[in-house]
């Protein structure tokens, strides 16, 4: 069931003539890649770790002012209830299945990789939504970071489980 998910490149273009806007937040930074038609990829980057890549592209405001003040205000607490148009290129049919599912857990709440697994139809597929999720290239967007392991253990987030609970903590979430 393994589907090459991940490009080689960045689709469509070389990534150095895609945009970029950073917005500084308490715990770092985030950095969305976007074009026109959507965005490709969001970032997080803690304060005192080196960045993953180097700044490609250019800076530019994002075409969807009303993100920016979501994200400042997920970090005040507030949900992001703004549906933001995605690049999905990339992605297998499976992946896109569990982001989208993802993409429904609401705010302040978690499900498991197992329970995700059971909702996508694959009761032993835990360790296929882990794969999955570990592909989505915008956290917060697809907000993967509120799956977690069995008896609310936190594993699995490709930004860090530094972020990851951050991220839970500051929804309201209590766990072991």
């Keep these: 069931m393994r589907v090459q998910d991940k490009p ?86 499976w992946t896109q299945r569990v982001l989208q599912l993802t993409k429904s857990i609401p705010y302040g709440q978690t499900l498991t990789y197992k329970e995700l697994a059971e909702k996508a139809g694959v009761p032993g597929g835990a360790r296929a939504v882990g794969q999955a999720l570990s592909r989505n290239r915008t956290p917060l967007l697809i907000p993967c970071h509120r799956v977690i392991g069995q008896k609310g253990k936190l594993i699995g987030f490709s930004s860090g489980l530094a972020w990851k609970e951050r991220l839970l903590k500051l929804e309201g979430v209590v766990f072991s």
């Design 8 to 93: 080689k490149a960045w689709p469509g273009k070389n990534e150095f003539q895609w945009k970029y806007f950073s917005l500084a937040v308490p715990p770092g930074l985030i950095t969305l890649y976007f074009q026109r038609e959507g965005i490709y990829c969001l970032l997080l980057e803690q304060k005192g770790f080196p960045l993953e890549r180097p700044r490609a592209g250019r800076a530019a405001s994002l075409p969807w002012p009303e993100l920016e003040r979501e994200l400042q205000g997920y970090f005040r607490g507030r949900e992001i209830s703004g549906d933001y148009p995605l690049i999905d290129q990339g992605y297998s049919t």
